[in-house]
T-cell receptor, first 111, second 113 residues
């Protein structure tokens, strides 16, 4: 079956620290992989995506690389800001319009 | 212009009542979804429509009934509301096809008292 596992939170970092949020997946076939971000009181927004192995998605200083050999799509940012405080979701999508989400990781960045 | 809009943003009601949440997307997408997010932020797919046809119907109580009058609209009607229905409900849309992301509305926070 298809599933996504992401690291449990909450994660608390100081401003300018390095961020890694781990995400691994189980899938049949060749899924597309996504990271979404949810700010308080808002809906989920697409942060970045990758559609095939070894693709790197990037946006707003965040990056994630589609690793087929380790079935992973870890999210990284070199220097976090207070404004990055949010909940981050890893997701995969197969053909047929079905999306599978991880449980979300809450990030708080303190000044 | 808002891409996926849902109304109302907040809904407070008593147990046993019937309520509806409306969703509209102006992205020209073929597929629309309803998700439920609980207090721990866990997202659960409820329904999906493609061109007005139901394609995903997860195990939800039959008190929940989606309606898609056209491919730009997907409404959610809930009968006989229960305390456990309290959650944030998100509408989303997608063009479909490999790599097409979901676009979410800002959610409707339903509180059942």
């Amino acid at each position: 079956g298809n599933s996504v596992t992401q690291m449990e939170g909450p994660v608390t970092l100081s401003e300018e620290a390095f961020l890694t949020i781990n995400c691994t997946y189980t899938a049949t076939g060749y899924p597309s992989l996504f990271w979404y971000v949810q700010y308080p009181g808002e809906g989920l927004q697409l942060l970045l995506k990758a559609t095939k192995a070894d693709d790197k998605g990037s946006n707003k200083g965040f990056e994630a690389t589609y690793r087929k050999e380790t079935t992973s799509f870890h999210l990284e940012k070199g220097s976090v800001q207070v404004s990055d405080s949010a909940v981050y979701f890893c997701a995969l999508a197969q053909t047929g319009n079905q999306f599978y989400f991880g449980t979300g990781t809450s990030l708080t960045v303190i000044p | 212009d808002t891409a996926v809009s849902q109304t109302p943003k907040y809904l407070v009601t008593q147990m046993g009542n019937d309520k509806s949440i409306k969703c509209e997307q102006n992205l020209g997408h073929d597929t629309m979804y309803w998700y439920k997010q609980d207090s721990k932020k866990f997202l659960k797919i409820m329904f999906s429509y493609n061109n007005k046809e139901l394609i995903i119907n997860e195990t939800v109580p039959n008190r929940f009934s989606p309606k898609s009058p056209d491919k730009a609209h997907l409404n959610l009607h809930i009968n006989s509301l229960e305390l456990g229905d309290s959650a944030v409900y998100f509408c989303a849309s997608s063009q479909g096809g490999a790599g097409s992301p979901l676009h979410f509305g800002n959610g409707t926070r339903l509180t059942v008292t």
